[in-house]
């Protein structure tokens, strides 16, 4: 063999293993469950930060002042209850109690809203981090993962819009409080003096 044939079968040889190289490569990438569910992946972490700043606001809600705020309009409801309301109520103080009231109903299940969202965004962030660590692991093929990629991210729509309602109500019922319960609790201390009770 001369050494044009030599250096170009060589050459060949060299080529040969180069596309083999590169298709292992490629085989190995395609195989790569993170690799080929990148989109996939960067989206159950996009959904986790959502988890992350729902929790963040639920620690910012002192569920522990809203029961007490419920407590304090019933204690005076039951107050003007058995001390009777006067025929001279002005109009404005019968709209501060009708304010109390309605933050009354309205934040009537404090204790079962805070363990209901506590619960679910602690399944929720199980449930995402669950299927990322599945789909990293070759569990699910494609058609499964966007079924349950579906379910989660629909799961955490419908959380959002809850939570998201109750977190504004509970800020907007608040206002309402500390406006009108420091004029009702001015009556009701009037109507105890008025027959000699002096207690608070």
């Not at 490569?25 to 992350?52: F, G, H, M, Q």
């Not at 569920?63 to 419920?70: A, G, N, T």
């Not at 407590?71 to 003007?80: D, F, P, R, T």
């Not at 990629?149 to 800020?171: C, H, P, R, S």
């Amino acid at each position: 063999m001369n050494g044009f044939n030599f250096w170009r079968m060589k050459k060949m040889k060299k080529g040969i293993f180069l596309m083999l190289a590169a298709s292992l490569c490629v085989t190995i990438s395609s195989c790569d469950p993170a690799k080929k569910y990148a989109n996939e992946i960067e989206k159950i972490d996009s959904c986790l930060t959502v988890i992350d700043e729902y929790d963040s606001l639920y620690h910012t809600i002192q569920f522990d002042s809203l029961q007490w705020m419920v407590n304090h309009v019933l204690e005076n409801e039951n107050a003007i209850k058995q001390y009777g309301v006067s025929d001279t109520v002005p109009q404005l103080l019968g709209s501060w109690m009708n304010n109390c009231k309605g933050v009354r109903k309205s934040l009537k299940d404090i204790g079962g809203n805070k363990m209901k969202f506590n619960d679910e965004i602690f399944f929720m962030r199980r449930q995402f981090t669950n299927l990322k660590t599945d789909i990293i692991n070759g569990v699910y093929d494609k058609d499964e993962i966007e079924k349950y990629l579906k379910i989660e991210t629909e799961a955490l729509t419908n959380f959002g819009v809850m939570f998201g309602d109750f977190y504004d109500l509970q800020k907007s019922q608040s206002a309402i409080f500390y406006d009108a319960v420091p004029n009702v609790d001015a009556y009701v201390l009037l109507i105890k003096n008025e027959h000699g009770d002096t207690m608070p």
